[in-house]
């Protein structure tokens, strides 16, 4: 069994198992989405002029109701875990039907064409099928736009298709509940259902690119940010949600290459995406003016509050959810590198925000220690930004991005060990959290201090700085940095209860070895011995 394709015609039709519909919506402008979103209800524009929606229940990624089809090409190739869940082919045909079926039912459909990967070599061309306008323009704002001249002749190789308001049954679906993101590399299809959390969308294709490059064509996919120097200099910075890696890439004296998404060739890293989206919670213009800057028209903000009786945005109203965000084309920011391209980094950070107070806020790595903090992908989550959490809660996700690495995570490891290597990178682990003691008693560290350790790293001020080492995690901690104060760089000195602090970083340290466990078979010695000395 097939499954239908659409291709456009000379009057943009669509033929993808859709019928003909009353109005179909073809390539819109922002501006037709903007209007058609406002005329159909699904949200209000703030002061700003940007595109304020609200997603429903899913306010974020569900991480349980993803589902990749295993058939022959997956079979064996798949890393099958919590994250990457099998589901057989023919509940793939089930929901495909459905899908199609209820968009055949809708008044409108919008559809796009678009492709990931800035660098020409690596273009997947993609098209995006979707029920309501919001999310057409999401995808016009994160992934790339082909020129006119390019639509003539547009070949998508995958397609995306969206139905936020379908809901469907579990059982004869073969899923969890009503809801599901089902991804078929046979098919080479996104089928997304069930929710209107829009960033489902683009990590449908990031998956799909983790997936693709580094098997066929020995490309290491990130989950990433990355930005350039005058000097064509290029830094990288990893990091889960929360870490800073959107905000710290922002920088207004270095290009941004991109936000989220990337990929490292044998010659320089690209951009995936056309975009960036970022969170909003407590934005202010003053740390983040680049960001703040870019909510204007064309944008689209999720989830956010208002101030009483205005349009104007709340950032620090967390009450719909704390994963507020909002969605913009990279060239609304000011010092976008065009093309989304760079060469070989110099430099790469791992950004940790460590709630417990007990990492160092900048460390040099060896390139076994690197492996070892890659493979960990360590950060904290804080009180108040889930449901349940009342103290600092440890995550590890596997090369910061464990749930889009459809492979294992040891094969993305030993690329970027290789390349590491190769090119004689710098390696920082950044913890932008807390000092002084956990949450609810230290104090976060300043986005600016931050912003100065990073200046300092990038501009080689730190390659030849006196160094101390840190006993229990063997972290080498510079004693100076440029517009740091010193005693900030050793987080034991500035907890009032030395003791406590010991415990604490005995207890982080035992949370490391227990999360590498799962590991240690697939990695060499020196990668295994690098990690806390307990």
Known sequence: MSVPTITISKEKLVKLGLQYTESLHYQSTPEELIQDALRLGEGQLTDTGALAICTGEFTGRSPNDKFTVKDEITENTIHWNNFNIPIEEKYFFIVHKKMMDYLNGKKEVWVRDCYACADPRYRLNIRVVTERPSTNLFAYNMFLRPTEEELDDFKPEWHIISAPDLRLDPEECGIRQYNAVIVSFKHKTVLIAGTGYTGETKKGIFGVLNYILPQEKNVLSMHCSANVGEDGDTAIFFGLSGTGKTTLS?????????????????????????????????????????????????????????????????????????????????????????????????????????????????????????????????????????????????????????????????????????????????????????????????????????????????????????????????????????????????????????????????????????????????????????????
Not at 341 to 360: E, H, R, S
Not at 420 to 439: C, I, R
Not at 499 to 525: H, I, R, T
């Open 250 to 534: 922002a920088d207004p004296n270095r290009k941004l290459i991109g936000d989220d998404e990337h990929g490292w060739a044998n010659d320089g890293v690209f951009n995936f995406e056309g975009g960036c989206y970022a969170k909003l919670i407590n934005l202010s213009p003053k740390n983040e003016p680049e960001i703040y800057n870019a909510i204007r028209p064309g944008a689209i903000v999720e989830n956010v509050k208002f101030y009483e009786g205005t349009n104007q945005i709340n950032f620090e109203d967390g009450s719909i959810t704390e994963n507020t965000r909002v969605s913009y084309p990279i060239e609304f920011i000011s010092n976008a590198q065009e093309p989304s391209v760079g060469d070989i980094p110099k430099n790469l950070f791992f950004l940790t925000c460590d709630a417990y107070g007990v990492l160092p806020p900048i460390a040099k790595l060896t390139k076994e220690q690197a492996m070892y903090q890659f493979i960990s992908g360590y950060t904290a989550k804080v009180a108040g930004t889930e449901e349940g959490v009342i103290e600092p809660k440890p995550t590890f996700s596997a090369c910061f991005g464990a749930p889009f690495l459809p492979l294992h995570p040891g094969k993305y490891a030993e690329m970027l060990g290789r390349k590491m290597e190769k090119h004689d990178v710098n390696v920082w682990l950044v913890n932008t959290g807390w000092n002084g003691g956990p949450y609810g008693v230290g104090k976060r560290m300043k986005l600016a201090y931050t912003r100065s350790m990073i200046t300092a790293a990038i501009s080689g001020a730190l390659n030849n700085a006196e160094m101390q080492k840190d006993e229990l995690f063997d972290l080498a901690i510079p004693k100076e940095v440029p517009g740091v104060p010193s005693e900030l760089l050793f987080p034991r000195n500035t907890w009032p209860d030395k003791n406590a602090y010991d415990e604490k970083a005995l207890f982080l340290a035992g949370l490391f070895k227990k999360n590498f466990e799962k590991y240690a078979s697939g990695v060499k010695e020196e990668v295994k011995a690098a990690g806390p000395k307990i």
